[in-house]
């Protein structure tokens, strides 16, 4: 098979799979409280949404191609959609499950003070810079009870090294941290 097919294959295995591990393997149990950060079209929260008995689940994005986000402006209106159009489609997508979700529309950062203590997940899908993605674990992490799952998408090197900063990220705090790193391509997850 030659690379061009590989990288396609891996391509949907990324973004066309439902389930993803994250909501087949880690995360069990009923009445769940989530956060979701960086929601795009919805796709994936749609299948959070299917998959998982949620009672509230909280989506952080703030669709906005702000100064740090250089990945934002190489994708967003360029091999895909815009982040406007992105947003139209999630609102409809999930507006059938309108009881269940909580929009947040800022960056991650901005987002603290509206989420509760004690969820029982987070999955981190946002700005995929190290330093964004060591900074969403960080913060986040408290507010996840014992037992809960923190994890999220793109654990995985490849197209053009693109998500290095989200496997630098986790494997310098899951190994500061003494925890146990769970990979099952694409998402990563850890229970604390
Ligand atoms: C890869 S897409 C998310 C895809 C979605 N999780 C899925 O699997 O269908 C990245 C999203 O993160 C959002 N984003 C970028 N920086 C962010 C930040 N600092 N906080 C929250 N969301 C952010 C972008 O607006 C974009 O919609």
Redesign the pocket.
Known sequence: MDEKKIINILSDLK?RVFP?PFERLAVSGNNLIGV??????????E?LLKHLDIKQLYL???????T??K??KT??GVDQDP?PL??KE?LERLSQYANKVSWIF??????LDEIPDELDFV?I????EES?VRE?IISFYPKIRGGGVLGG??FYNGFCREHDGVVQAVTHFVVQNNLILQVELPDWWTMK
């Open positions: 973004h993803r979701e950060i960086g929601v795009y079209k919805g796709l994936h929260t299948s952080v994005d703030p669709y906005e191609l702000y740090e986000y990945e934002g994708h967003y982040l992105a947003k999630a800022k960056k991650s950062s901005d987002a999955y899908d946002g700005n995929h964004f969403d998408h793109d």
